[in-house]
Structure formats: C-alpha cells, structure tokens
C-alpha cells in the first residue's frame, strides 16, 4: 500500500497559521513525523482559504524538500497552484487531482507529461458527484481514454472513486468499494486506485468514532484491491489495522512481530 | 515472430555477505567468498543480476568425525583423523575455497572440549589454512553459549559466518559476532514465520540484517527437499518484493542431511548421487552456500554451477 500523509493541509488551523507566517519548522515537523509513522509520500494542501496559493504551494513545497525526498502530492483545485509546485519540484511528484473534464484533462495531463509526475483523477465531473458504481466507472474510463490517447502511462494514473461521508451516503458505501476493483479492470495494464480516506469519516469526530470507521473502511478497501491511501499515518491503530490486512491478504510474510517487520521496511 | 519472453522485475536485492577478510582488511584470509547480491530469482539470468554464483564450502569437524560411513571417511584417506591435516587436504587436494568447521569436539557426548581448547583449535587452523572460514557450534545449547564466544574472539578480525543462532538461543552468539565483526547464521526449523521474526530478534541486537546468512534447515531427496525448497522460494519472493528481513542469504547443510538417508548408505556411488542431487535442487531454489561432504559430490556440483553460469 502506497501511503499519502494527508496533515500538510492549510484545513488544519495550526498548518494554516504556519502557511501564514511561513513558519518552516512546522512544515517540517508534520512531514517528518508522517514519514516516521510509515508515509511513503506526502500530500501538500495550502487549503481552501488560502489567499496566494500560488506563492503558498511552492513555498510548501520547498520547505518540504529540505527535510526529506519523499514523493509530494501537489493536492489543489487550481490547475495554476499544481503547476507552480510542480515548477518548485525536486522531488517526485503526484498531481492531486484532475476531474473527468475535458477542460480539467486538457491542461493536467500535459503537465503530468511534461513534469513526469503522476496523476490521481477524481471521478467526479461539472455534472457533480456520481451516485452509483456505473457512472464512477463510466467517468474512470473517461479519464483513462483520455489518458490513452495523450501517451500518458496507465501505471502513473490513480483513480479515485470520490469517498463520501457515512453520515452522509452510507446507501453508497458498496458503490465506492466495488468500483475500487473495477477500475482495476478497465484497462491492461491496470491504473492504480487511491481514496482520500478521512472523507468517509466526516463528521463523526464528535463522537469519537472516525477512528474505528476510519480503519474499517481501510481494511475493507484494501481487500477489494486499493493500491493507495491519503490518511493520517499518525493514527497508529490505522496503520496497524492497514499492516494486518495486508498480511491477510498474503502481501506480507507472518511472524510474530510483523507489524514491528512491516515498519522496518 | 519469436515468441516474447515475458520477464519480471523486483523492486529489491538481497543482500550480499563476504565470508573472510584478507591482510588489507585486517584478517589473514587469501582470498574471500561473496555470496547473495542477486536482484531475481535463481537463474533467471535475463530478470536481474546474480552477481555471484552459489558456494560450496567441504564440511570439517575439529574431531575425527564419529558417525560418518566407511565410504565417506575413506575419501578423505588418513588425513581425516587429523582435522589440521584433514583441512590441508580439503584446500590443497580438493581446491576448497571454503570451509565449514563443525566444533562438534566441544559437545558434552563428543569430548567435551573446554572453550580454551576450542578457541586455541581455531587459532591454530586459521594459521594452518588460509581460507574463509565458517564456524559450526556442536549443537548443545549450554556448552555453545560458553564455546562460541571464545572461538569467536580467537578469530577476530577474519571475517568469518559464525553459527548457529536459534529462536530461543541467539543473545549470546549476536553479541560475540557483533563485538568480532563476523556475520551470523540464523536457523529456524523450515519455518518461514521463524526465520522472519529470528531475523528481527537479532537485528533488534543491533547486528544489521546485512550480516545475516539464513539457515532455512533442509532435508535431503526423499526427506522433507520439497518442504526447504518452497520455505526458501516464497522467502525469496518475499525479499525481492521488499521484504528487508528475509533478504539474506542461505546456507544449507547438505551434506549431513544426505548422507543421513538409508539411501546413501546402500552404495557410495548412490551417496555422492544423493548428496550431488540435493544439493543442485537447492541451487535452483536460491542456496548461496552449500556445506556439503563427499569430495566427488561435490566436485560434480561445482561442474553444475559452472554450466548454469555460463550463461
């Protein structure tokens, strides 16, 4: 499992406030502490309320880079913010996200092309969110043949099925699961599947259980084939749950300290 | 159209161990022995590098060996009663670029040799023979843990693959091994779940996962092969995907499982076909050292690995 650390986010009032002051040791202290606790790449947020985001991400990505060569995932919904981040690079990256529009597409994968960064394409369009598996797979294919027909490689794509909130559209959860082992199939070879995990806990914080849907969801994600995360790897029993699925499906070898063996790697 | 070869790649290696040290480095070796270092599955020469071909190292005892047939014995002519002349003849007749000593002397039923003793045999055939050496306690527990460091400290400095640390008696040989600068040989009962978590213990100890040479146990033909060969083919897998505490090299003691079977003992030449085959079985399933016993077995399956390696 590929693991994006999801705390650099300006949502998050103390990465807000450093974002703000530029404060580096911040940054820094929530990147190095995600690598700590198993994160093979870092998602880079400057947040919605972000007033320069186009000064904010390369600054994050900078600051990011001093610490430590870990992929980053530029995660903004402004095409312009990516490309400034992506110009600051000197690390690996992942483009986060392009939608299944066109006009989306169009100026993305280019970029993604022309900085050999890899890409996570949301299936959501202007149409809004889907609401079943059927129009999550017909919105992947969409991404996937544009991908195809711009020579973008399929194995850099990671499809997101767009996690929603339990509270919110629990009707949908098997929707979400099952589309996660159809995308797989949609193409040979296969993109990659990722989902942005805290969403399907939304919401349930006050009453101190997104933690435990957190981690349950994870694990049933993973059994139909998830290749990719953005979570809080600090949340240890996560990562613990995620380490024992893995080893239930057999990707890991068992012994008695095997979640000690698995953070050794 | 010729037909495609479809080949894979592996995001990791195993890692490569040396057996000895030479007068640069501060030992008294002439040559050394590089094992593991290999990027795919055995011979699958086309997926990956195998930068360095399976050993054999000849298996000596610091005694006159007790439980060996006549044929076996015979091969090695007076000299095997005399372990220093028994070693002259495994290098200088045999060409052995290895040896395995077994310090089976120091075992309470097989003369109970005092670690000073031991220590001073060790000495001595470091002195006598120039060859990278491993180094086999008698396999009672107690008397190792009071044996081994000693012999360690005698051979300080070459470099040598001391063994064997067991799941519930490693502390002392990790800590002899760690202060001397050797590797170590971790045994688990061909249990792959054991190999993984003794891995972890010893490098929990400090001593890294690249000084660990993995002694899977094997049987011979007809006694539990298949069983080796597959603990050692999915550790392999495992390591090549990533997997750092199963990315060493193996050791397998051919020798004294083959020529344990009833088989063996009904003719020689069907003990050197039982060892020989055993022993190239292994090869295929990823052994980077071979401690084997029959001069004439051995020899065939150095004819063996030359041809696989010529590619």
Not at chain 1, 26 to 51: E, F, H, P, R
Not at chain 2, 97 to 103: A, E, I, N, P, T
């Amino acid at each position: 499992m590929f693991i994006i650390g999801e705390l650099i986010n300006g949502m998050y009032p103390e990465i807000a406030l450093a974002i703000k002051e530029r404060d580096k040791k911040m940054i820094q202290k929530y990147a190095l502490q995600q690598i700590d606790c198993g994160a093979d790449a870092l998602d880079v947020n400057c947040g919605t309320a972000s007033a320069k985001p186009l000064l904010d991400m390369p600054w994050l990505v900078e600051t990011i880079q001093e610490v430590t060569n870990k992929p980053l995932s530029l995660d903004s919904s402004k095409p312009e913010a990516i490309k400034e981040g992506l110009k600051a690079a000197r690390n690996k990256t992942i483009i986060n996200s392009t939608t299944a529009d066109p006009e989306k597409l169009e100026i993305l994968v280019p970029l993604a092309k022309q900085y050999n960064s890899k890409l996570i394409g949301i299936t959501i369009s202007a149409k809004g969110i889907p609401q079943n598996k059927d129009q999550r797979v017909e919105l992947a294919a969409a991404i996937v043949a544009y991908c195809q027909e711009n020579g973008f490689p399929i194995g850099d794509l990671y499809l997101d099925p767009i996690v929603l909130p339990i509270n919110v559209a629990q009707g949908q959860m098997i929707d979400i699961l099952e589309s996660i082992r159809e995308f797989k199939i949609i193409s040979e070879p296969s993109p990659k599947t990722v989902i942005g995990l805290s969403n399907v806990s939304q919401g349930t914080r006050i009453h101190n259980t997104h933690s435990l849907i957190n981690r349950t969801f994870l694990t049933m994600a993973v059994a139909y084939g998830l290749d990719s995360a953005i979570l809080d790897p600090t949340d240890k029993e996560l990562m613990d749950s995620l380490i024992t699925a893995e080893l239930i499906l057999n990707k890991n070898i068992y012994c008695a300290s095997y979640l000690e063996a698995y953070r050794k790697k | 159209m010729g037909t495609q070869l479809v080949l894979e790649k592996w995001p990791a290696a195993i890692s490569t161990v040396i057996i000895g040290a030479t007068k640069d480095e501060g030992g008294s070796r002439s040559n050394i022995v590089k094992i593991g270092g290999q990027t795919s599955l055995p011979l699958l020469f086309k997926e990956g590098d195998l930068p360095n071909k399976p050993k054999i190292a000849f298996e000596i005892w610091d005694i006159p060996p007790q439980d060996w047939q006549e044929e076996l014995i015979s091969a090695y002519g007076k000299a095997i009663n005399d372990p220093f002349a028994w070693a002259e003849k495994c290098v200088n007749e045999f060409k052995a670029q290895l040896l395995c000593v077994k310090m089976q002397g120091a075992h309470p039923d097989s003369g109970n040799k005092t670690p000073q003793e031991a220590a001073k045999f060790i000495s001595a055939l470091l002195n006598k023979i120039k060859v990278p050496l491993i180094i086999i306690g008698s396999g009672d527990d107690t008397k190792d843990n009071l044996v081994m460091p000693v012999v360690s400290e005698a051979a300080k400095k070459e470099r040598c693959s001391i063994g064997c640390a067991v799941q519930d008696n490693y502390k002392t040989l990790v800590a002899s091994v760690l202060a001397d600068g050797h590797s170590i040989i971790a045994e688990s009962p061909i249990d792959i779940n054991i190999a993984k978590q003794l891995n972890i213990l010893i490098s929990d100890m400090g001593l890294s996962l690249e000084r660990i040479v993995i002694n899977p146990t094997i049987g011979a033909l007809g006694y539990g092969l298949e069983y080796a060969y597959s603990i050692m083919e999915r550790a392999r897998l495992a390591a090549l995907s990533g997997d750092k505490t199963l990315a060493c090299p193996f050791i397998c003691f051919v020798g004294q499982e083959a020529w344990k079977t009833k088989e063996a003992k009904v003719s020689v030449e069907q003990g050197i076909a039982w060892e020989a085959i055993t022993a190239t079985s292994l090869i295929q399933s990823g052994a980077d050292i071979l401690v084997m016993r029959h001069p004439k077995a051995i020899q065939k399956v150095s004819n063996f690995i030359e041809t696989l390696y010529q590619g």
